[in-house]
């Protein structure tokens, strides 16, 4: 089994920087893919970024793109979302995702395992 924890969240200002981590444990070797996703109030779960664990290969959404970076620690599975430049468009809960088998997704149902999700709120 696999458990992911999220933390990091929190209020800021537009235009402020703010990093999520999740840590992830347990059976972790067999993870082939992780991402970020967020939901805001009233909307669907969207993609913000994945990363292949091995290669450090990344993808990011269009609206992230630039501003947000996904990277994983060289010492164990924790994984990293730096967000800068932030705007009250990205205020949503933030959710780390994992899965076993397969790439870099950006379908939430390709995802086998998950955090419980962080609280991003941009506003000034």
């Known amino acids: 089994q696999v458990q992911l924890v999220e933390s990091g969240g929190g209020q800021v200002q537009p235009g402020d920087s703010l990093r999520l981590s999740c840590a992830i444990s347990?059976?972790?070797?067999?993870?082939?893919?992780m991402a970020w996703f967020r939901q805001a109030p009233e909307k669907d779960r969207e993609f913000v970024g994945a990363?292949?664990?091995?290669?450090?290969?990344?993808s990011y959404a269009d609206s992230v793109k630039g501003r947000f970076t996904i990277s994983r620690s060289n010492t164990d599975y924790t994984v990293y979302l730096q967000m800068d430049s932030l705007n009250p468009e990205d205020t949503a809960v933030y959710y780390c995702?994992?899965?076993?088998?397969?790439?870099?997704?950006?379908?939430?149902?390709?995802?086998?395992?998950w955090g419980q999700g962080t609280q991003v709120t941009v506003s000034s």
């Open positions: 995702a994992a899965r076993r088998g397969g790439g870099a997704s950006r379908r939430d149902g390709d995802y086998d395992f």
């Open positions: 347990g059976r972790a070797f067999v993870l082939t893919a």
């Open positions: 990363l292949l664990p091995n290669s450090r290969y990344t």
